[in-house]
């Protein structure tokens, strides 16, 4: 049996291509587009946050973050944000220097005193505030594995609510992560 060079070579050219988008099959497949975190550092200073992100692509992500403060020195309570985070140099999904912009409802408490109360004995009442947020951030996500992820991030966010104490809060976190 007499092989043709040319149709050899055109069997292992359609073989290698048909192998290597059966590897890009499986990449797709063992890519995991969901991401619970914790995040470490608000919780060490008892203001538990938790998370959840979904990797749109590589580079675009949709999130979803609650925090609650158990601290009673404080006036902020808890915070709902929907965040937006764009990876622009991610080979990835969704790892690398982050911007991020989100948006949200803050829960505070404000001590009133009324007038001629005796201070020292403490507030006489606590008015709770809802509001509308809106802010930036810039960070770094670290994948420790193929599914444990670390990040680091810093930000500013403004309240919009001229009834509160709270004008702003802060978007920081250093948080652990599984992705599924």
Known sequence: MKVNLKEAIFLIIFSLVGSQSNAQDQIEKTTYKNELKVNIGLSLI?????????????????????????????????????????????????????????????????????EGAITNSGPIKNEDHLAFGAGLAIGYKLPLGKRWISEAFLGLGKEFNDDSSIEGYPSIGLTGGYRF
């Open 46 to 114: 008892s203001i538990p946050s938790l998370s959840y992100e979904y990797v749109l692509n590589r580079k675009m992500s949709l999130g979803l973050g609650g925090a609650y403060n158990f601290n009673d020195f404080d006036s902020f309570r808890s915070m709902w944000l929907v965040t937006y985070r764009y990876y622009p140099f991610s080979s990835r999904d969704a790892v690398g220097f982050f911007a991020e912009l989100n948006t949200g409802l803050i829960a505070s408490e404000d001590d009133l005193v009324f």
